[in-house]
């Protein structure tokens, strides 16, 4: 699996947009960008994930560059509750044996 | 969206005893489970990858004897930690693969367990 890159640690103020961005610039064709966060104590949970195109859902936005070597997970509005460690995990989505590798990813806190 | 439940939480058990945590998906059919360990402060490591009704790949420098993987149906998979010391307590992660199309094979995790062996 390509290898990403993250900030270690960002800041955000309640009810604005959280920003985290991930590079991955040897990303392969057929890699998808997943992202995952972890809350304290908690099993990771699953939040997007795109080849391509950028992608929305209930809970956030991905934003993945042309070239594919970077994205940005977007928080529209977030919120206390978003204060975890998210995780930007390459992966090829085929296929039974292909775990998430995870990395250090970034430790957000949001701030009233 | 799709549920992965862990038990127990927690468990608290003595020195050289083993212990066994179970995964359940509970909305899907799970083909693959994984299982990780997470130390404080640390990130998630893959310890095993685990398909129904074979036996499970071991990710190197963890012991297959001594954390065992069953998979014996499509929507539970166990790890017994036998023989625990205390270096074995830990947070104990279970994830499975939905393989459903409409998924896109997105894998979802469950809750934890904390493991304190004293």
């Known amino acids: 699996d390509a290898k990403t890159t993250q900030p270690p640690s960002m800041d955000c103020a309640e009810g604005r947009a959280a920003n985290l961005p991930c590079n991955h610039s040897?990303?392969?064709?057929?890699?998808?960008v997943y992202w995952y966060r972890q809350i304290h104590s908690q099993g990771p949970q699953y939040i997007i994930h795109?080849?391509?195109n950028n992608e929305t859902n209930e809970m956030a936005s991905l934003i993945i560059t042309e070239d594919r070597k970077s994205s940005t997970l977007i928080l529209p509005h977030a919120t206390l509750r978003d204060t975890a460690v998210y995780y930007c995990?390459?992966?090829?989505?085929?296929?039974?044996?292909?775990?998430?590798?995870f990395g250090k990813g970034t430790s957000l806190l949001v701030t009233p | 969206g799709a549920v992965v439940s862990q038990h127990p939480s927690w468990v608290i058990c003595k020195s050289g005893t083993s212990v066994k945590i179970e995964c359940r998906s509970l909305d899907f059919q799970a083909t693959t489970m994984f299982w990780y360990r997470q130390f404080p402060k640390q990130s998630l490591m893959l310890m095993a990858t685990?398909?129904?009704?074979?036996?499970?790949?071991?990710e190197q420098g963890v012991e297959k004897d001594k954390f065992l993987i069953n998979h014996a149906s499509l929507t539970l998979s166990t790890l017994t930690v036998t023989s625990a010391h205390p270096e074995d307590s830990s947070f104990y992660i279970c994830?499975?693969?939905?393989?459903?199309?409409?998924?896109?094979?997105?894998?979802?995790f469950g809750e934890g367990s904390w493991l304190t062996v004293v």
């Open positions: 995990i390459v992966r090829v989505t085929l296929g039974t044996g292909y775990a998430l590798n």
């Open positions: 040897t990303i392969s064709g057929n890699e998808y």
């Open positions: 795109g080849l391509k």
């Open positions: 685990s398909n129904e009704g074979s036996k499970a790949t071991y």
């Open positions: 994830s499975a693969r939905d393989g459903a199309a409409l998924s896109g094979n997105t894998i979802y």
